[in-house]
């Protein structure tokens, strides 16, 4: 089940935090927020305010835990991709040994491919799903290749130049060749017409049946099926390979262990011992029942100050919906921002009474609901370069249900998307009037903040399935179900009036901020995002479409929300915003009812119906004024760089922190440091 990180919306929607609430240990006035920009992408960083006023314990904890972070780095790679290990190694041993002339167009090019195929962990876009393909010649390339001494070059298993060329040319270059990382096209095999490498030689209808066949329907706290393996087969029989110590991924499962077993004998508590200790013993045993106890563990964890993900999490490029990608975030709680996550946490069972669906979908009791505002110290695999600003977990419905579920907003993420967007012109050349731009810069802020806030903490952990009900029934429209589901409950809530009375709005007016840029992103400016004549792929752009356009159609009669034109340019007006949150609340108790029920002809409908198909006027045109604005519709961060600093015995007696690594250096050094797979899993 994909329940859990809400990737940025669409660039540039003033994203910022208040900086009374990070610590004042940095000079904002002096640090540098921006790092690169090539192609569709600009790279920044973040600080991680508060971390010198951690303990020393608390600090090389970080350390530990943040090079556990970082040695997943290849698991990911090769997860989207059998080739993407050896294409990378490849680009990287020309970008160091090439000695021919690098001012040329190609070259150019090819130092732009490097960092594209970087921010995406792999040849294919990190949003789009589509392949990368070279602005430089596969001749040119190939001369390239041949052109360095081949002892200085990482071909695989000592394979020569022309072997490894002949592999990895059709992948780069053929356009028709592995050209989504996942597929969703109807009546396709999505198994066999996706580029991930989770399944290899089976069809959808094998995989299929290899996992039903697994599954007890009258097992009411069942393990996620094949959340760590991939699926192949031996001798004709569909088997899993387990990520596991001495399994698939063996080596730089080792080296996670290595740095957990550090971070276990320096937990702040022994609470927090022990989850260490049983996600070490994940990793060696591959069972999916330990993950499950360490999952239960982690989410009644809410002492720590320090604290991490680190694993097989997250399904969203599984076309299946099944496979975790491995991802880690290292971070420790901000504690005044905090405050606000903590009312909404203890009000859950109040939002959870009042939701407008129906009574037989409501949980009667919500169960261990906790949210906090983060710093985050470091992001790894899927989390790095582009990172959620929110997330919620565990994924498992039956540990949510038994257990309840920790939420965060990442506040210094929020914070430095804030400051990189500040006067880019994006507001004032997409929204209606000075009355929405003002509305924006007064409470756009603190709504968006709260959106993600309420998305997290109680959208994701809202509602209940019925008796029997699974969300793999809804395939591959899980995740954007489930990502509508959660918007629904934030948009809906955020014009309630209990939020003033908690003191998490300042009036009945600030909610309109959040709800004018949903519709207006949803609509109309994350098409920024999507390639000429293409579909809406990704997920959560599917959830932002579906919602929006949902909408604007069920508000025609009334006039609710409207495209309107002003000097040949497009505009989302709002018209009735006490109408707009009734229909909120429509969708939501559909799509709640679509997921409580498992639905999957209803869930396709409608996100087929709403959320896939682009209007090609209007995306044209909403291209063409971004262009103008010259912004990047991506953005990506490089990360922080921790020391151990130690006496002459050897003793650890501080941690520093520094910011000048640049995004070529950080990548290189990540790939000599963190990268002990072999070239083809």
């Not at 951690?54 to 989207?80: F, N, T, V």
């Not at 390239?144 to 992948?171: C, H, Q, W, Y």
């Not at 550090?262 to 011992?273: G, P």
């Not at 519709?519 to 004549?533: D, F, H, K, W, Y």
Request: contains cysteine; glycine residues 6%.
């Amino acid at each position: 089940m994909l329940t859990t990180i809400f990737l940025l919306a669409a660039c540039n929607e003033g994203k910022k935090t208040d900086k009374e609430t990070i610590a004042d240990d940095i000079d904002y006035t002096t640090f540098e927020y921006k790092v690169d920009r090539f192609a569709d992408i600009e790279i920044l960083r973040y600080p991680v305010s508060g971390f010198n006023s951690l303990s020393l314990q608390q600090k090389e904890l970080i350390y530990y835990l943040s090079q556990a972070a970082l040695e997943g780095r290849d698991i990911l790679w090769d997860q989207h991709n059998r080739y993407n290990l050896t294409i990378r190694r490849v680009c990287e041993g020309l970008y160091e040994n090439y000695m021919g002339d690098k001012s040329t167009d190609d070259w150019k090019n090819f130092e732009t491919y490097l960092k594209q195929i970087w921010m995406a962990n792999g040849i294919h876009h990190h949003y789009s799903e589509d392949k990368i393909i070279p602005k430089f010649s596969q001749e040119y390339f190939t001369t390239i290749v041949k052109s360095v001494d081949p002892g200085r070059m990482p071909f695989r298993d000592g394979m020569a130049a022309d072997e490894t060329l002949n592999e990895i040319i059709p992948v780069m270059f053929d356009p028709s060749f592995m050209p989504k990382r996942m597929s969703q096209a109807q009546g396709s095999d999505i198994v066999q017409t996706s580029a991930v490498n989770f399944y290899e030689g089976v069809t959808q209808k094998e995989v299929e049946n290899f996992y039903n066949s697994m599954k007890d329907p009258n097992d009411d706290t069942p393990v996620s099926y094949g959340l760590n393996s991939k699926v192949t087969k031996e001798d004709g029989v569909v088997v899993e390979k387990v990520w596991k110590l001495g399994g698939m991924y063996d080596k730089a499962i080792e080296r996670i262990i290595g740095w957990l077993e550090k971070a276990s004998a320096i937990a702040e508590n022994e609470q927090q011992k022990d989850i260490i200790d049983t996600l070490i013993e994940f990793y060696k045993s591959g069972s999916l029942e330990t993950f499950d106890e360490y999952s239960v563990k982690w989410v009644k964890d809410t002492d720590s100050r320090v604290d991490f993900i680190n694993g097989f999490i997250e399904t969203y490029t599984d076309p299946m919906g099944l496979k975790g990608s491995w991802e880690s975030i290292v971070n420790f709680k901000s504690i005044e921002a905090s405050k606000r996550t903590s009312i909404i946490s203890d009000n859950a069972q109040w939002f959870e009474d009042n939701s407008p669906i129906d009574d037989k979908f409501k949980k009667e009791e919500v169960k261990g609901v906790s949210a906090k505002v983060i710093t985050v110290a470091i992001l790894g695999g899927d989390t790095y370069p582009a990172t959620p600003i929110g997330i919620n977990l565990p994924n498992a419905d039956w540990i949510r249900r038994d257990h309840g579920s920790k939420s965060v907003t990442i506040d210094n993420i929020t914070f430095a998307y804030g400051k990189a967007s500040e006067g880019d012109g994006f507001k004032e050349e997409f929204m209606w009037s000075d009355e929405e731009v003002e509305l924006s810069k007064k409470y756009g802020a603190l709504t968006d903040n709260l959106h993600t806030d309420l998305h997290e903490c109680l959208g994701h952990g809202s509602g209940k399935l019925l008796p029997g009900v699974s969300t793999d029934v809804l395939q591959a429209y899980a995740s954007p179900l489930e990502e509508t589901r959660a918007d629904l409950f934030a948009l809906y809530y955020l014009a309630d009036p209990k939020l003033v009375e908690l003191g998490l709005l300042p009036d009945n007016e600030a909610y309109k901020a959040e709800y004018y840029s949903y519709i207006m992103n949803g609509a109309m400016t994350q098409l920024t995002r999507i390639q000429p004549g293409k579909d809406i792929e990704q997920a959560h752009m599917r959830n932002r479409a579906t919602i929006s356009n949902w909408v604007i159609e069920k508000g025609k009669e009334d006039n609710v929300v409207a495209f309107e034109k002003r000097d040949d340019k497009t505009y989302i007006v709002v018209n009735d915003y006490e109408k707009l949150r009734s229909l909120f609340g429509e969708l939501l108790s559909e799509v709640q009812r679509i997921k409580s029920e498992g639905d999957f002809e209803a869930g396709k409908v409608l996100i087929e119906t709403y959320g896939v198909k682009v209007n090609q006027d209007l995306h044209k045109e909403v291209m063409s004024r971004y262009e103008s604005l010259d912004i990047a519709p991506y953005k990506g961060f490089v990360n922080p760089v921790y020391k151990l600093v130690t006496d002459d015995n050897g003793k650890v007696v501080d941690v520093t922190v520094s910011y000048n690594e640049n995004y070529v250096n950080q990548q290189m050094r990540y790939s000599k440091q963190y990268s002990v797979l072999p070239l083809k899993n």
